[in-house]
């Protein structure tokens, strides 16, 4: 899928996978404006007003948790930076 996308995107001297119409980089309010919150509220992941419930640096936290979360609580159980196993 990444493929097929790479050939149609915009080509740019930074060689982006997702660059703006023109090539450049995306701005990360656009990026949570016009993707992020639309996808929570068509999800339902909304607050009391009906308003997207996470913001991007949320999704960062849960993905880092993902990743060190035991197996068994079904997180990915990789090794944390730096430590020694």
């Not at 930074?14 to 404006?33: C, H, K, W, Y």
Request: hydrophobic share 35%.
């Amino acid at each position: 899928m990444l493929r097929e996308w790479k050939l149609q995107c915009p080509n740019s001297e930074l060689d982006l996978v997702f660059p703006t119409g023109s090539g450049s980089i995306e701005a990360r309010s656009n990026i949570v404006q016009r993707i992020l919150e639309p996808a929570q509220i068509a999800a339902g992941v909304v607050d009391s007003d009906g308003k997207a419930k996470y913001g991007l640096h949320s999704l960062r936290h849960f993905y880092a948790s993902w990743c060190i979360n035991r197996q068994a609580d079904g997180g990915l159980e990789l090794p944390i930076k730096g430590s020694r196993g």
